[in-house]
């Protein structure tokens, strides 16, 4: 429904006071029963650095602390300054993710694997050792023990993925 409403193909008619579609073009839309593909499709729809964030935190898991999320965010892409997370808020908006104090946090593990199954199968080991190594470079001594465990999934994400390649 929230598909059909974002598209203008449902909508509430204030003359009428009901809701109103337009069959022959819903008819004519291809709509998949399959819950990823809606969901890839309207992360899809966010900015790409918003949808580059959530790709991101998808390899991570179901949530992640913004310093972390700009730890790893990566200078080669264009992210600047200390607050690139904010591009979540986007996400946040459009009730893909939720914030709970200074974590991002999925709001249905459907949603998190929509955003992995967005990442190409032969970049997947290559991003989740970048996650690890920039975890590891970047954690405070304070950080160190809450996010040792993180960053070595990563890198062992990382490395199985690899050996997949091959």
């Not at 449902?10 to 073009?25: A, G, I, V």
């Not at 591009?87 to 709001?107: C, I, W």
């Not at 950080?143 to 990563?154: G, K």
């Amino acid at each position: 429904l929230q598909s059909l409403w974002d598209e203008d193909l449902l909508y509430f008619s204030l003359q009428s006071k009901t809701w109103m579609c337009d069959l022959s073009e819903i008819n004519e839309k291809e709509i998949t029963d399959n819950v990823g593909v809606l969901l890839s499709g309207k992360i899809l729809q966010l900015p790409l650095r918003c949808q580059y964030g959530m790709k991101l935190l998808a390899c991570i898991g179901s949530r992640c602390d913004a310093s972390t999320l700009t730890s790893i965010m990566a200078p080669g892409k264009g992210f600047k300054g200390d607050n690139n997370w904010k591009m979540l808020d986007f996400a946040v908006d459009e009730g893909l993710l939720k914030k709970e104090g200074s974590d991002y946090v999925f709001v249905h593990d459907q949603i998190q694997q929509a955003a992995h199954s967005l990442i190409p199968e032969h970049e997947l080991g290559c991003l989740h050792r970048q996650i690890g190594y920039l975890i590891l470079k970047h954690a405070t001594e304070n950080e160190v023990n809450d996010l040792l465990f993180t960053a070595v999934s990563q890198l062992n994400r990382g490395i199985q993925h690899s050996e997949k390649e091959e």
